[in-house]
């Protein structure tokens, strides 16, 4: 019951823009707060497993951008954001991620 209480909840995100604007100024993790943690988790590892965990995307920061503002596969679209605060909010994702060590 729980998986189909899951499945439908997804569904219903699939290819709907949501109306969220942050105001002007507003911060990366605000935005993040506010739009995404719900399904992403607070700190970014998903809250319905690996498909939402931003910690391990290996996308570059334009297709980021593209996803938040167009959607995907579960995730609805987020057009209202946009400038300086798609800007902070894709900083504040790709802070999320682990900072890897280089070979020397």
Known sequence: MKKL???L?????ICIANDYQPQAG???GQIF???CMACHGDNGT????LFFDL???TLQAEETKVIIQQGGLAMPAFPNI???ELDALLAYVISLRPVLA???
């Open 82 to 84: 946009k400038g300086k």
């Open 26 to 28: 507003t911060s990366g």
């Open 5 to 7: 209480l899951l499945s």
């Open 102 to 104: 280089t070979k020397q």
């Open 9 to 13: 909840m997804l569904l219903s995100t």
């Open 55 to 57: 910690t391990s995307s």
């Open 46 to 49: 998903g809250k319905f497993g």
């Open 33 to 35: 707060n506010d739009a």
